[in-house]
C-alpha cells in the first residue's frame, strides 16, 4: 500500500460523518418522542389513571374501556369559569338595559330614597312617626303601628307586677293564719 490510500479513506470517512450529522441533526433538534419518560406523568386513581401531559398542561383520564386502555381530557376548570363569568357579564348588561329602559319610560325619574326615621328616645312615650305626605283612607286603617316600650316604662310595669305579687303572698299568709286558727 501506498502513502495516498489512507487520505482517500481518511476523506470518505469524514464525508461520511458529515453526511450522517446532517441526517440526524434535524431528529435531534425535536427533542426526546413523546414516549421518552418526562413528557407524561401517571397518578393512579380509582378506575385508571391520571395524565399529565407536561408541555401543554392538558390533564386527561385514562381508563381501560373494555376494547383497550383511553384518555379522555378533563375539562379545565378555568375554561368553565370564564364561561361563568362571561354568562354573568352578559346578564348584568341586560338587566342595565332594563333598568335604563324602565327609567326612560318614567321619564328619567328615579324613585327618591325617604329619610331613615329615628325611633322614640328613651322617657318619650311612642311618638307616632311623622307622615312624608298624603296617605288614603285605607292604608291608614290598615296600617298598625304599635311602639315599643322604653325602659321607663318597663320599670314601672315590674314595678306594679312586684308589688301585686307580694299583695298575692301577704293575703295568702292572711287566709291560711285565718284557717289555722280556727273559724
Not at 379545565?76 to 348588561?93: C, F, M, P, S, T
Request: with cysteine; proline share 8%.
Amino acid at each position: 500500500m501506498s502513502a495516498a490510500t489512507p487520505l482517500p479513506r481518511l476523506l470518505r470517512i469524514s464525508a461520511t460523518a458529515a453526511m450522517l450529522g446532517c441526517l440526524c441533526a434535524p431528529a435531534l433538534a425535536q427533542g426526546p418522542p413523546d414516549t421518552e419518560k418526562g413528557r407524561y406523568t401517571l397518578t393512579p386513581m380509582s378506575g385508571g389513571f391520571i395524565r399529565l401531559d407536561t408541555r401543554t398542561g392538558v390533564v386527561s383520564h385514562c381508563a381501560d374501556r373494555g376494547g383497550g386502555w383511553a384518555c379522555y381530557a378533563l375539562p379545565e376548570e378555568h375554561v368553565a369559569l370564564d364561561k361563568e363569568i362571561g354568562r354573568l357579564q352578559a346578564e348584568n348588561q341586560q338587566l342595565k338595559a332594563q333598568l335604563a329602559a324602565r327609567d326612560s319610560a318614567v321619564g328619567g325619574k328615579t324613585q327618591k330614597v325617604l329619610p331613615k326615621e329615628e325611633s322614640p328616645k328613651p322617657g318619650e312615650l311612642g311618638a307616632a312617626p311623622k307622615a312624608h305626605g298624603p296617605k288614603s283612607a285605607d292604608a291608614e286603617r290598615n296600617s298598625i303601628e304599635v311602639p315599643l316600650p322604653s325602659d321607663r316604662d318597663m320599670d314601672r310595669m315590674m314595678s306594679f307586677v312586684e308589688r301585686a305579687w307580694r299583695r298575692l303572698l301577704e293575703m295568702a299568709a292572711r287566709v291560711q293564719r285565718d284557717q289555722s286558727g280556727g273559724i
